[in-house]
């Protein structure tokens, strides 16, 4: 089971380009006090050419005892090829959990006009990858817990999902052991500033999408002074708490279906009604898939849903494997769910969802009931009868038995006296809703969140078709350019 609310697109279509950090150095690779060396090979990937460097920074492992025990985190970047530099723009690509080292590789082609006067850096945030990454239990117990059912129907389905949680949980701890309780996004915002001191930059130059939003507004909040050109795109609702949440993403995600729906020449409500008929006979017969030994559950099904709606290119793809699971062929249903979460041919999953829970679990202090959850549902399936119950139940089961408390209900963002933030909104994106992007605006303060509006379908809105938000978004970090507020491209 995972959380919708990941850069889960560009994480699947990138090459999965996995970097590690070499142990040697020469002269020419010294730089802001860090050993650059050549990125190396891993098991399941290249390295990712000449052109990138990687490093390892110590940090405190508990920023509120900065002398005591550390951490390592693991750092890539290629340097900016103009003369006419600003300094270093680091990224992060949400999740929270996903890989900087992995994706930055294969991200820099859509972000080759900022390279002209950026070096391009990013990193694996603290309890992911090459950054101490957390495993909570290995591919043969994940692929197990495929079969539990995270809508459950009945009394025995309902404790087998909770007790699947509580020993998600329980794996963590043991992996993770006192990493666990230091994995907030305000540590790794506190460790942003670590790095910029460590690059040589005055000013904090941020790229930030999906979750990476929330860790900027976080950045921003604790180091208003030192925030520079800062462009969050793809942007999490920094005032929707736990349910607040699920039940943006219900009416994303169907929103999102919807437009599909459309686009094929159906109406959207019985379009959503023949989905929703088609996953309740799942639910009841697990349809029969190509891959030995490998059953559709409705749980996977609902889940490869998901990952087309996440760009417009892809809904072709989901015509197709609706209309096979409509024949009873649930093969490519099971193909896009393997995408999703991070399931290799070889039956080698990663661990980005388990980075992910880890890390909201550790920030979010609300823990739902299962009867809060039930007096949820009703309202959550009339938002969207395809994906309200899968989120509603997830509210109660994500965070379950968590070994480690919560932080706070919402994070804080408001950055008075912070420099303008370009905060990147689209209409049509479904795991971080439009609605969100206006929030952090308006909670970063007046003078500091610059609105800019994508009329468009998709999570995110830089490097997605339109010439518009990639002009704006190039003139204010290259050149300063910040736009007016409420600027709309369509």
Known sequence: MSRFVRWTALAVASAL??????????????????????????????????????????????????????????????????????????????????????????????????????????????????????????????????????????????????????????????????????????????????????????????????????????????????????????????????VGHARNQARGFQRALNGYLESTGQDPQEGTRKIADLLRRIDARPLSTATPGRKLTQTLAVTGLTLPLYSKESWPTLTSALDAAERGDGSELLTLADGYNDRAPSGHYGTTTHSQRVISCLDDRQRPTAARTKELLPEFEKISPVFGAFLGWDTAGWCHDWPVPGQHDTPEVSAPGAAPVLVVGNTGDPATPYEGARRMADELGKGVGVMLTWRGEGHGAYGSGSDCVDSTVNAYLLDGSVPKDGKVCS
């Open 17 to 242: 380009l996995a970097a590690g950090c070499s142990g040697g150095s020469s002269d020419d690779d010294k730089g802001g006090g860090l050993s650059w060396g050549r990125c190396k090979a891993t098991a399941d990937a290249p390295a990712p050419g000449s052109d990138w460097q990687c490093a390892t920074l110590k940090v405190p492992l508990d920023w509120s005892k900065p002398d005591g025990e550390t951490t390592g985190l693991a750092l890539i970047r290629a340097k900016a090829r103009g003369d006419d530099r600003v300094g270093s723009l680091l990224f992060n690509f949400g999740g929270p959990g996903a890989s900087g080292l992995s994706m930055m590789p294969s991200y820099a082609p859509t972000v080759s006009r900022l390279r002209e006067r950026y070096d391009l850096v990013s990193w694996d945030p603290r309890g992911v990858g090459a950054s101490e990454g957390v495993r909570c239990r290995g591919d043969n117990e994940i692929q197990a817990a495929e079969s539990v059912d995270v809508t459950p129907d009945t009394p025995a389905e309902e404790k087998a999902y909770f007790q699947d949680a509580a020993d998600f949980g329980k794996g963590c701890r043991k992996d993770a052991g006192r990493l666990m309780a230091h994995v907030s996004t305000a540590d790794s915002a506190r460790d942003m500033d670590r790095i910029r001191e460590v690059l040589g930059d005055d000013r904090m130059h941020y790229f930030g999408i999906s979750y990476g939003t929330e860790l900027g507004g976080t950045y921003a909040h604790l180091f208003p002074k030192k925030v520079g050109r800062m462009t969050l795109d793809a942007v999490v609702d920094p005032g929707a708490d736990t």
